[in-house]
């Protein structure tokens, strides 16, 4: 089996900064790419940031230049830094991942269960 749990999430003023991570455990071989997505309500799930297993990003042009993607391979960890929140980041955040569990499985996505982020005055 395998888990993804993110943390960090909460309630933050507009201008504030979060840090979200996700930690990936379980029979894993390797870790491909990693990346978080949102979902506020009423609104489509949306990808906020991926990040493959060389180190090369992507961003949502809504958060390019304020939020920032990196990975630790040796914790098998994913982390978003938040920073110059709005409330339209208003969402629950949920990590993803593609994991090849062993060398006679095929990777697949993996999510995390989801952490609120709020960005409220």
């Known amino acids: 089996q395998v888990q993804l749990v993110e943390s960090g999430g909460g309630l933050v003023q507009p201008g504030g900064s979060l840090r979200l991570s996700c930690a990936a455990s379980?029979?894993?071989?390797?870790?491909?790419?990693m990346g978080w997505y949102r979902q506020a309500p009423g609104k489509q799930r949306e990808l906020v940031a991926s990040i493959t297993s060389d180190d090369s990003t992507n961003y949502a042009d809504s958060v390019k230049g304020r939020f920032t993607i990196s990975r630790d391979n040796a914790k098998n960890t994913v982390y978003l830094q938040m920073n110059s929140l709005k409330p339209e980041d208003t969402a629950v955040y949920y990590c993803?991942?593609?994991?090849?569990?062993?060398?006679?499985?095929?990777?697949?996505?993996?999510w995390g269960q989801g952490t609120q982020v709020t960005v409220s005055s």
């Open positions: 993803n991942a593609n994991i090849k569990r062993d060398i006679y499985y095929s990777a697949r996505e993996y």
């Open positions: 379980g029979s894993i071989f390797r870790i491909n790419a």
